[in-house]
């Protein structure tokens, strides 16, 4: 199928022509028809399969067509879980609109409240936005949602895991009964299935693949590891490994980010920390630099990576496996991008057995075990009692990841982001509640 048989705009086929797409995605070729025909949507797709064009494009084509209403407010709103999948549902709404006259906004926070007051005074086409601080905004009686035409809630599941239920609720409460309502996520059953019943009208539902489908382009290691010395040695080996293009290393805490992102730099390596608690900016300057192949391996929490879309990743590194297996699918689709190969690292300990079997559980197979000489495991794999402090190893007030050479009297200058010449590198921005 061709993108001229969905019946698009020609010059919305102009500006997919010009990004280099000669045929739509399936989950595209389902979703779009099903939106053009005005029917209310459930789906559910694989990460990097092209869900974000399958409600954009014909969001755009709406706005092909003059509103009746003349209000300022805007016809398409998107709301997503995080900044980072915001800026990359905006990317992509201008790019595919560039010869159209298309308005788009987002609002996000860490963006300064005077330049959002503005662009919410002007005439609005497309409002991206983080629901935290939309409330805000909509709360404070600066957003008119009276010609609203559709409400997008892209990555609904993870909205909710998020704590977002009662502020997608007030949103969509705040919007015309009449607007046509499209709801992605990684799963449809259960919290989703009852927050889609409240907020959809007899929607049509598309399920691309089983949630249990695993990706067929990018392949999956586990590494047993000892303790997080073992891990840390292992991890520097992996990262000096010359088939390392780009590599994003998850960790399951800001603060563990902050410092391994730190550690890594002090060896050597390009690498900056993206988390939740950096300022907008900040995030920004990182994304950009790791665009650009300045920076090599970005050290990240789950929550900024969502969304997150950089081609030249060629490796994810679980240095902490997630709390939610759904997370897992998540982590790993941020390589193998369009179709190219990746690679997915997992390190495991005893402690971490409940949460690799709930992964394999939900993606419906076993993870391979792979060893690297020099580096096995010395005690097999099984359930492991926390440490006596209950700290973290490593992670202590005083204490110093061990493996890595500590740097003397805690002295932080010249490490990215920490009063070094790369400040932007890790941000310590001001925290940011809520996904703000």
């Known amino acids: 199928m061709s993108f001229e048989k969905l019946n698009l705009h020609p010059s919305i086929l102009q500006a997919i022509a010009e990004s280099g797409y000669t045929s739509p995605t399936p989950i595209q070729a389902e979703a779009i028809p099903e939106v053009l025909a005005g029917h209310d949507l459930m789906a559910s797709a694989q990460t990097g399969t092209g869900k974000t064009a399958a409600f954009i494009l014909p969001a755009l084509q709406y706005l092909t067509e003059p509103s009746q209403s003349k209000s300022k407010g805007p016809r398409i709103l998107v709301l997503t879980p995080t900044r980072e999948l915001a800026n990359q549902v905006n990317d992509a709404a201008r790019k595919y609109s560039k010869f159209l006259r298309v308005k788009t906004v987002s609002i996000l926070g860490g963006m300064p409240y005077p330049l959002q007051n503005k662009l ?170 790791m665009r650009s192949g300045a920076i090599k391996v970005l050290v990240a929490t789950d929550v900024a990576a969502r969304g997150l879309d950089v081609a030249g990743i060629s490796h994810v590194i679980n240095f902490d496996l997630p709390k939610f297996a759904e997370d897992y699918v998540h982590r790993i689709g941020r390589t193998g991008r369009a179709g190219s190969q990746g690679i997915a690292v997992s390190f495991a300990s005893g402690k971490d057995v409940m949460n690799l079997k709930k992964i394999e559980r939900f993606t419906g197979h076993a993870i391979t075990p792979h060893v690297v000489p020099g580096f096995e495991a010395k005690r097999p794999m099984r359930s492991g009692a926390p440490s006596p402090s209950g700290k973290r190893p490593g992670f202590g007030n005083n204490d110093r990841r061990p493996g890595y050479e500590g740097r003397p009297n805690g002295n932080r200058e010249g490490y990215a982001g920490r009063g070094g010449p790369n400040k932007s590198a890790t941000g310590t921005g001001r925290p940011v509640s809520r996904g703000r």
Do not use: C, W, Y
């Open 120 to 289: 919410l005074s002007q005439p609005v086409d497309i409002l991206v936005a983080t629901p935290g601080r939309l409330i805000d905004h909509l709360d404070r009686g600066r957003i008119d949602f009276s010609r609203l035409e559709m409400l997008v809630l892209d990555e609904a599941d993870r909205m909710l895991d998020m704590g977002f239920i009662d502020d997608v609720e007030k949103i969509a409460a705040a919007t015309p009964a009449s607007r046509q309502t499209l709801l992605f996520s990684a799963t449809l059953e259960g919290t989703i299935a009852t927050l889609a019943k409240r907020l959809l009208k007899d929607p049509k539902r598309i399920q691309m693949t089983a949630q249990q489908a695993k990706h067929e382009n990018i392949e999956q290691r586990l590494h047993i590891v000892d303790d997080m010395a073992h891990k840390n040695r292992l991890l520097q080996h992996l990262l000096t490994d010359i088939d390392v293009k780009q590599a994003i290393v998850f960790t399951s805490t800001k603060r563990d980010a902050d410092m391994l992102a730190e550690d890594l730099f002090a060896l050597g390596h390009q690498a900056a920390a993206l988390h939740g608690d950096m300022n907008q900016g900040a995030r920004n300057r990182t994304l950009t630099r």
